[in-house]
C-alpha cells in the first residue's frame, strides 16, 4: 500500500514537472517572436509628452478665461433679480397695500445699492490683469434696466407723477 501511494505521489510530480517543462518551453518560444508584430495597446500614442516651457504660458492664458467667465457671470447676475422682482411685482398687484410698497421699496433699493457698488463687486477682478470694461457695462446696464421696472410699476400704480398730469388743463373756448 505504501509503495503504491509513493508511485502515486512521484507520478504526480513528474505530472508537475512535466507541466513545468512544457510552460517553460512555452515562454521560450513566446519570446523568440519579434516585437515588431505585435501592435500597441488600445490608448498608447508614442512620443515625448514631458512638459515644456510653454505648459506656464498656457495655463495662464487658462485662468485668464476662468476670470473672464467669472466676471462675465457676476455680470449678469442682475439679470436673475430682474426676473425675480418681476414675478414679485406681478404677485402684488396694483393696490397699495403694505406688502406691494415693501416690495417696491426693496426693489427700487437694489439696483441703486449694485449701481453705487459696482465698483467693489468688480474688485476681486482687477488685479488680475483682465479688461472689465464690459462686464461693468452690462452690470450697469442690467441694474439700470431693474431700476427702469420699478419706475414703470411705480407709474402704473399712480406713484409716480408723469408729464401729462402736471401741465395745466387746456381750457376749452365757447364759439
Not at 473672464?68 to 397699495?96: E, H
Not at 472689465?132 to 410699476?153: E, H, R, S
Amino acid at each position: 500500500m505504501k509503495n503504491r501511494a509513493s508511485h502515486s505521489n512521484e507520478s504526480k510530480a513528474a505530472t508537475r514537472l512535466k507541466f513545468t517543462r512544457n510552460y517553460a518551453l512555452e515562454e521560450e518560444s513566446s519570446n523568440t517572436v519579434s516585437t515588431n508584430k505585435v501592435s500597441p495597446p488600445v490608448g498608447y500614442f508614442a512620443g515625448d509628452f514631458r512638459n515644456t516651457g510653454d505648459d506656464s504660458n498656457v495655463r495662464r492664458i487658462h485662468m485668464d478665461e476662468k476670470i473672464k467667465r467669472s466676471a462675465m457671470a457676476t455680470a449678469s447676475s442682475p439679470m436673475k433679480q430682474i426676473l425675480m422682482t418681476g414675478v414679485m411685482m406681478f404677485m402684488s398687484g396694483n393696490t397699495l397695500q403694505i406688502f406691494s410698497i415693501m416690495m417696491l421699496g426693496m426693489a427700487m433699493w437694489t439696483p441703486i445699492r449694485g449701481l453705487l457698488e459696482t465698483g467693489k463687486v468688480f474688485e476681486r477682478y482687477e488685479d488680475r490683469g483682465v479688461d472689465l470694461v464690459m462686464p461693468k457695462l452690462i452690470y450697469i446696464a442690467l441694474n439700470l434696466g431693474g431700476f427702469a421696472l420699478v419706475c414703470w410699476k411705480l407709474s402704473y400704480m399712480g406713484l409716480l407723477p408723469s408729464t401729462w398730469e402736471l401741465s395745466p388743463v387746456p381750457r376749452l373756448r365757447m364759439v
